[in-house]
């Protein structure tokens, strides 16, 4: 018999095959796990808005569905998910974490929303995010922010803390992540879950609020590599409404996923560690727990290479040229005629003067700062020398890229330089907080995917740490291979997923806080 | 060094229509500069022979058949506006010219 | 104004040179918009043929239509300019409201077409090479309405309301390079340019090139020079000029402006410049200066476009011929003589009659009512001649005529009722009763009671006086309210005298 307790904490995987066998139906795993949102999320704060009733609705005619023998149920169907509030969905708020848009219900769904409606899986709310995901620890959400399962006085990372800490916390078994610059990677070190940036133009953006349009791609979030792959499956492929999508046809993650955990996944695997990605301004225990992971590897047959990329160093500085530049046009469309908050200047205004009223209250600090910062970078006469520069940067780095594929297969690197910190400890140096992307931002910049996942606690602070593995565009799959191959022998060693280890979350009783 | 103003500020909050207060001014002067400073490194290796590159994977020719699909109702268009009248966005006067 | 602020046209030339620039925006007539698959209509409901991508609601991402790629392709071709191997669009990023994403996707630095030049001919027959500097895609904003204030006009609006139906409508924008030496010809040869481009983007079928509607838009720049100084002047640009009539108009009013000032030894401010059809004037817009800072860069959500050579021979291949090869080969097949085949050139009408006699007219009917009646009447109005009626329906009026169910004075009529929006010349005449009585009963009935009030007629008439005739034919004519066909009444009459 299969307990609310564990229909929490077993993976998406498990409980799809309890769903498709009849053990459990749909409506007693989507009632378990908002039954644990309403009592953990007043502590967390993961989400933004939770559907509570829709996704019981909709639990209840999937199972109607599966009872009635229906064979065109996908192989999640009846699984809830949770999806980052920056992907439009129609029925509920899609504020990318803005008081700009405060209360806007989009008339149509992101392509990703419709791809998990069309394989029936349960949505059960929108998770909390930074800003337009302009950060790297959801302090920036305009709603609060969200904070970490390990440790509620610390960050569960950002862009996308909302959905890692619902998924850590045990609020939704998988969710739709975004990552701009590792939005979906860094939340998953600090909190200990899995997450995974396709290669660009793997996943449809469309119905994504975009932030840096060749730069943003939406992505899984889960516990475990192969729920993350289960999603990627759904999610990914090509959509024409998206340009920038590519056409090709996709191996299955979850085939990829399952052959890793398969005797010798990793034997003649070359893996590369980045020499630039490495050793200095990174905390001990992140370094620690990184090279036991290559230890690790190499026992099961991987070949370790150090990689030189002498142009990564570069790359926060061309990122936060590129993304601030199409950010400042991409948020342009924010001016209250169409959509969103409209603020009238005391004594009413002109229309001008209206948009600049309204910008000014609906943004937020740190939106402002990159916005500033991106009108400046194209501006007349700063062009070539910072657009310009950083497009060509761009350049470099995937050159660095292609001559390190041409000698390994993967690459690997920490996912965050540090474990979670304290809330509010890099708030007011925006500088300091940019740096917690430092290993995650070349991939975006390449195009190139990049899975990270948890490979233990920091000995000095028991917070986990993460370790990133790249490879070349279209080469997803193998990631997934690499990634649950350690992920299996970490959890050999570990006896059971490193979550597990995660302190007990105060619950809050019925009528309690939230 | 970089040269950031608080006019140059001011000038760019314009073209940005944000209505920065003069705090804000003065301390996304004092952030930019320092910022600026730090991304302004990628002079140093972007030489002219190097080309740029604006998009991550390389695609052409990406067109949609001239085939009219799905629009969306004026109610739907509408549902989300702060202000309309009579099936129209409405907005307050515009000072300037007709475009 | 106290001082005169127009110098006399002949002294201006004197003077000055004139030196022009246009840029021409046309509408494609594909099937939906430039990034989205909306409707590429825009008259109706506001705000119902739109997607979320022509609203610019977050998430949304435009994709090219391939049909608008190909017809700018065919225009660049027609234009005499190279393809580009390799072009791509860029944001331009401004704040207005009737712009959805508050910038408008365009070409920047690499348009689809570049360098080409068309040969325009003036109403003597000389011909002028006008050089093109390029023509790039990019898309339409929406269309602003404003509400209070006394003229409908921005000035002193107490509001504006927006519909974004425009947005996102295909249009190719043809950039000419610098023309010198138009001189005098100035104004004549910017109508003929325009002209020119309309006939172009007609044979290809890619604009309905309705200039009253928009389709076709002309921003004129014009500087002056003074004579021999080689020095270039600094320019106007004159926006809302919708008509041929008003582009050479516009252009004669700015160089009577232009002279003024500068010969007072005033100086010309750069800025945009707006044209009044009704007074016949431009007015000040915006000033041109360094605080437009457009922040252009590529779009990163659309890729390079990259015509394939056997697309571009494709097309090529289908062009239709230049507009001055036509014109030598029509005035052939319809027999016109120079003065008359000028004379439809001259008037703007060459597409009109050629449609009239595609559609089943006589040439020299079609040029008769092109260039007569229609005319007159788009004179009087202030309009161009195709603003009012369709070749299809002046086809049709003509085949009436010939049948004999009009006479031209009845077709007159018939005519006003059609742009009077009626409905087709048959229904015209339907709702009218305009037909000519061909019922000869109601004739002789008429013509007996002529003969009756005017007996001594007939005597004449079999005297050999037929002109006699003429006194009952009239008086009959009235009775039928001119209703009959006056060479079957005279046959009646003269039957009436044997």
Avoid at chain 1, 41 to 69: F, I
Avoid at chain 1, 242 to 251: A, C, E, K, V
Avoid at chain 3, 104 to 111: F, T
Avoid at chain 3, 302 to 330: D, G, M, N, Y
Wanted: with cysteine; proline share 6%; net charge negative.
């Amino acid at each position: 018999m299969t307990t609310a307790n564990d229909l929490i904490h077993i993976s998406a995987a498990d409980l799809a095959e309890r769903l498709s066998s009849g053990e459990v139906s749909s409506v007693e795993a989507t009632r378990a796990h908002l039954d644990r949102i309403e009592a953990v999320d007043g502590d967390v704060h993961a989400y933004l808005h939770v559907a509570a009733d829709a996704a019981l609705e909709r639990a209840a005619e999937v199972d109607r569905l599966r009872a009635e023998g229906d064979a065109g149920l996908g192989p999640l169907a009846g699984v809830p998910v949770a999806i980052k509030d920056v992907l439009c969905t129609i029925d509920m708020p899609s504020t990318a974490g803005s008081r700009i848009l405060e209360g806007w219900v989009p008339p149509y769904d992101a392509t990703v929303v419709r791809k998990l409606r069309e394989a029936h899986l349960i949505p059960l709310g929108k998770t909390n995010m930074d800003e337009f995901a302009m950060g790297s620890s959801t302090e920036h959400s305009a709603y609060g922010p969200t904070r970490n399962p390990w440790d509620l006085d610390r960050i569960p990372g950002g862009s996308g803390g909302g959905s890692a800490a619902a998924v850590a916390a045990f609020e939704a078994p998988f969710a739709l992540g975004s990552d701009t610059g590792g939005s979906i990677r860094q939340p998953a070190a600090v909190t200990a879950s899995v997450g995974v940036k396709p290669t660009y133009g793997g996943v449809s953006r469309y119905g994504a609020i975009a932030l840096a349009s060749s730069l943003d791609q939406v992505g899984p979030v889960s516990r475990t590599v192969l729920d993350s792959a289960l999603l990627h499956d759904v999610i990914g492929g090509h959509d024409p409404r998206d340009s920038t999508s590519i056409p090709d046809t996709w191996p299955s993650m979850a085939a990829a996923a399952r052959a890793g955990r398969r005797e010798g996944a990793m034997k003649g695997m070359r893996v590369g560690v980045v020499k630039q990605l490495n050793g200095e301004g990174f905390q001990a225990g992140v370094t620690q727990r990184f090279t036991e992971a290559l230890a690790l590897l190499e026992e099961a047959g991987a070949e370790i290479v150090e990689i030189d990329a002498p142009h990564f160093e570069y790359a926060i500085a061309a990122y936060y040229l590129i993304l601030p530049a199409e950010a400042s046009s991409n948020l342009a469309k924010f001016d209250s005629v169409r959509f969103g908050l409209r603020v009238n200047p005391p004594g009413g205004g002109t229309v001008e003067q209206v948009m600049s009223a309204t910008r000014e209250a609906g943004f937020g600090p740190e939106v402002k700062r990159r916005i500033i910062l991106g009108t400046y970078a194209l501006s007349a006469g700063y062009y070539d020398a910072y657009y310009g520069s950083a497009q060509k940067v761009r350049t470099l780095i995937q050159r660095d890229f292609d001559a390190a594929f041409g000698r390994v297969d993967v690459l690997v690197t920490p996912s965050a330089p540090t474990t979670a910190f304290r809330l509010g400890e890099k708030l007011d140096d925006p500088l300091a907080m940019y740096l917690n992307d430092l290993t995650t931002i070349p991939a975006n910049l390449a195009g190139v995917p990049g899975i990270g996942l948890p490979i233990g606690l920091a000995p000095e602070d028991g917070l986990p740490v993460g370790i990133q593995f790249m490879a070349p565009a279209r080469a997803d799959a193998r990631l997934y291979t690499v990634g649950a191959a350690l992920e299996q022998i970490l959890e050999d060693r570990w006896g059971g997923p490193l979550l597990s280890q995660a302190p007990e979350l105060a619950v809050a009783t019925a009528g309690g806080t939230n | 060094m970089s040269e950031i103003t608080a006019e140059q500020v001011a000038h760019l909050a314009h073209l940005a229509r944000i209505e920065l207060s003069p705090e804000e001014i003065e301390s996304l002067t004092k952030e930019l500069g320092s910022i600026v400073d730090n991304v302004a490194k990628v002079t140093e290796v972007a030489t002219p022979n190097v080309p740029a590159t604006s998009h991550p994977i390389p695609l052409v020719n990406i067109f949609r058949p001239d085939v009219v699909g799905e629009t969306l109702t004026q109610e739907q268009a509408l549902r989300g506006a702060p202000e309309h009248a009579e099936g129209r966005f409405k907005v307050s006067a515009i000072l300037g010219e007709e475009q | 104004m106290a001082k005169p602020d127009l110098m006399d046209f002949d002294r201006a030339l004197e003077l000055y040179e004139p030196v022009l620039g246009f840029e021409v925006h046309v509408e494609l007539n594909t099937a939906t918009k430039m990034f989205s698959d909306a409707p590429n209509y825009f008259g109706g409901e506001p705000n119902t043929n739109i997607t979320p991508v022509d609203l610019g609601l977050p998430g949304s991402l435009p994709v090219v239509n391939e049909q608008a790629i190909r017809y700018s392709i065919s225009l660049g071709l027609a234009l005499g300019c190279s393809i580009a191997e390799s072009s791509r669009f860029a944001r331009k990023n401004y704040f207005y409201p009737d712009l959805a994403k508050n910038y408008q996707i365009s070409q920047y630095d690499e348009p689809i077409a570049y360098r080409g030049s068309v040969d325009v001919e003036l109403e003597d027959g000389r011909s002028f090479t006008i050089p093109i500097e390029r023509a790039h895609m990019e898309e339409d904003a929406g269309k602003l309405t404003h509400v209070g204030g006394s003229t409908g006009r921005i000035q002193g609006a107490e509001y504006s309301l927006v519909d974004y139906n425009r947005a996102g409508v295909p249009l190719v924008e043809i950039v000419t390079d610098i023309i010198y030496g138009a001189d005098r010809d100035a104004p004549e040869l910017a109508k003929a340019y325009v002209s020119t481009i309309r006939d172009i983007v007609v044979a290809l079928g890619i604009s309905d090139a309705r200039m009253e509607r928009g389709n076709l838009r002309c921003d004129a720049n014009i500087s002056l020079s003074p004579r021999g100084s080689g020095i270039l002047g600094t320019r106007t640009e004159t926006k809302n000029v919708n008509s041929l009539r008003s582009v050479e108009r516009a252009i004669r009013y700015e160089i009577q402006r232009q002279a003024a000032i500068l010969s007072a030894g005033g100086t010309i401010t750069q800025e945009t410049r707006h044209w009044h059809e009704d007074t016949g004037r431009t007015s000040a817009g915006r000033p041109k200066s360094d605080a437009d800072d457009y922040r252009y860069f590529p779009e990163p959500d659309l890729l390079p476009v990259q015509p394939s050579t056997e697309l571009i021979e494709e097309l090529r291949a289908a062009l239709p011929e230049a507009p001055a090869l036509r014109r030598r080969r029509l005035k052939a097949e319809w027999g016109f003589t120079d003065l008359e085949f000028r004379d439809v050139v001259n008037s703007g009408l060459l597409n009109e009659l050629a449609e009239t006699v595609a559609a089943g007219a006589s040439p020299q009917a079609a040029r008769k009512w092109w260039t007569g009646e229609i005319a007159r009447l788009a004179n009087a109005a202030g309009v161009d001649s195709s603003s009012l009626v369709t070749a299809q329906q002046v086809a049709e009026l003509i085949e009436l005529v010939e049948a004999g169910t009009l006479t031209d004075r009845l077709a007159r009529q018939v005519l006003e009722g059609v742009i009077a929006g009626e409905g087709s010349p048959a229904q015209v005449v339907d709702t009218r009763g305009l037909a000519v009585v061909s019922d000869d009963t109601a004739l002789l009935a008429a013509i007996d009671e002529a003969l009756a009030a005017q007996p001594d007629v007939l005597a004449k008439i079999r005297d050999g006086k037929v002109q006699a005739a003429g006194a009952v034919i009239g008086a009959v004519m009235k009775a039928m309210r001119g209703q009959a066909d006056a060479a079957r009444v005279r046959e009646l009459v003269l039957e009436r005298a044997k």
